[in-house]
């Protein structure tokens, strides 16, 4: 499975030259440490959730995200119009391609069955990137963004659970101080107004161009944006650590991270496993969280990829890698 990233833009009043701390490799992680140290008497800055607690509502309140977004998907985007949909835009086109696989997304688009799932995968993905994580908060105080970027890499090292616990309590605390700042607030609307104008650009020509499906839809994907981003300050301000990514088109079907949701599959898990059934399309993300409470730390798988699956015996796909080779050179999209 691959996570996928894309460059991160920010609103035009965020796009000022990055001021960098003058910290080195070696000093940076002391420094910042006392830098953000919480007070003992004011711990209050992140939820006081126990991690079992946590990780269950965190969980809980994920799931009712991609619900929503496969709600959505159903009632505002099932319906394959071959006229428009031979007219979408490159990026557009590029992006589903992206999220799925360039030699079945046509019949995935065009299909009632299998459209929804390629539209909740689009918006899930394009959240996971630009919502559900720290950028929600960044582009307000780029000092603050810098030090919070130079400690977040210290845990991809393999470092001590309690300096691991000390790093993320002080992640959270860069967090509260950014929401604490004065204009926050008004930077937080805009920048959900930003979010709404860039995902309609990419779902919107996916969506019946009637009025009321326009309208009606558009609002749902601020409802929904503004969901995501709620959730995602939520879970900044919590010392936690999440893992996400989709289960891939081709890929073998693994019932430890997987669940069928195809309507013509009603084999069992183990069945699927032992035939060797492959993905159409995952459009819901596997997702870990690891609480870092103790002295050690536990990683527990909280949501599987939810899967429409090939028939039984289909042949692998030409991996997307090699397509590439035979096409244009890929240039980064500009909306990205």
Same mark, same amino acid.
């Given at each position: 499975?691959?996570?996928?990233?894309?460059?991160?833009?920010?609103?035009?009043?965020?796009?000022?030259?990055?001021?960098?701390?003058?910290?080195?490799?070696?000093?940076?992680?002391?420094?910042?440490?006392?830098?953000?140290?919480?007070?003992?008497?004011?711990?209050?800055?992140?939820?006081?959730?126990?991690?079992?607690?946590?990780?269950?509502?965190?969980?809980?309140?994920?799931?009712?995200?991609?619900?929503?977004?496969?709600?959505?998907?159903?009632?505002?985007?099932?319906?394959?119009?071959?006229?428009?949909?031979?007219?979408?835009?490159?990026?557009?086109?590029?992006?589903?391609?992206?999220?799925?696989?360039?030699?079945?997304?046509?019949?995935?688009?065009?299909?009632?069955?299998?459209?929804?799932?390629?539209?909740?995968?689009?918006?899930?993905?394009?959240?996971?990137?630009?919502?559900?994580?720290?950028?929600?908060?960044?582009?307000?105080? /780029?000092?603050?963004? =810098? $030090?919070?970027?130079?400690?977040?890499?210290?845990?991809? #090292?393999?470092? *001590?659970?309690?300096? @691991?616990?000390?790093?993320?309590?002080?992640?959270?605390?860069?967090?509260?101080?950014?929401?604490?700042?004065?204009?926050?607030?008004?930077?937080?609307?805009?920048?959900?107004?930003?979010?709404?104008?860039?995902?309609?650009?990419?779902?919107?020509?996916?969506?019946?161009?009637?009025?009321?499906?326009?309208?009606?839809?558009?609002?749902?994907?601020?409802?929904?944006?503004?969901?995501?981003?709620?959730?995602?300050?939520?879970?900044?301000?919590?010392?936690?650590?999440?893992?996400?990514?989709?289960?891939?088109?081709?890929? /073998?079907?693994?019932? =430890? $991270?997987?669940?069928?949701?195809?309507?013509?599959?009603? #084999?069992?898990? *183990?069945?699927?496993? @032992?035939?060797?059934?492959?993905?159409?399309?995952?459009?819901?993300?596997?997702?870990?969280?690891?609480?870092?409470?103790?002295?050690?730390?536990?990683?527990?798988?909280?949501?599987?990829?939810?899967?429409?699956?090939?028939?039984?015996?289909?042949?692998?796909?030409?991996?997307?890698?090699?397509?590439?080779?035979?096409?244009?050179?890929?240039?980064?999209?500009?909306?990205?």
């Amino acid at each position: 499975m691959e996570v996928h990233t894309f460059r991160q833009e920010l609103p035009e009043e965020a796009r000022r030259h990055p001021v960098i701390p003058a910290l080195t490799p070696n000093e940076d992680l002391e420094r910042l440490l006392r830098r953000h140290r919480p007070a003992i008497s004011s711990i209050e800055f992140g939820m006081n959730y126990g991690p079992e607690w946590a990780t269950q509502h965190f969980a809980a309140k994920l799931a009712e995200l991609w619900r929503k977004v496969e709600m959505f998907g159903h009632i505002f985007a099932n319906t394959p119009d071959a006229v428009r949909d031979g007219q979408l835009p490159v990026r557009i086109r590029r992006y589903l391609n992206r999220v799925s696989h360039s030699m079945l997304m046509p019949r995935l688009l065009a299909s009632p069955g299998t459209r929804w799932a390629l539209i909740s995968r689009a918006i899930n993905e394009w959240l996971l990137d630009w919502v559900l994580n720290e950028t929600v908060v960044q582009g307000f105080d /780029l000092v603050l963004d =810098a $030090e919070y970027q130079l400690l977040k890499r210290h845990l991809l #090292r393999d470092i *001590d659970p309690f300096v @691991r616990k000390l790093v993320l309590n002080a992640l959270v605390k860069i967090v509260c101080e950014t929401l604490c700042k004065p204009g926050f607030k008004e930077f937080y609307l805009e920048k959900h107004r930003w979010y709404v104008e860039k995902l309609w650009r990419y779902i919107g020509p996916l969506v019946p161009d009637q009025p009321e499906y326009q309208t009606e839809g558009r609002t749902r994907i601020a409802q929904t944006i503004a969901k995501a981003q709620a959730l995602s300050v939520d879970m900044l301000l919590t010392p936690l650590e999440y893992v996400h990514y989709f289960a891939e088109t081709d890929e /073998l079907f693994d019932a =430890a $991270e997987m669940v069928n949701m195809d309507p013509q599959n009603d #084999r069992s898990p *183990d069945e699927l496993d @032992r035939l060797a059934f492959r993905v159409k399309l995952g459009y819901t993300p596997v997702t870990f969280i690891r609480a870092n409470f103790e002295e050690s730390w536990t990683s527990e798988c909280v949501f599987r990829s939810e899967v429409l699956l090939m028939p039984q015996n289909s042949a692998a796909l030409i991996p997307e890698s090699f397509l590439s080779t035979l096409d244009e050179p890929f240039e980064p999209l500009d909306d990205y």
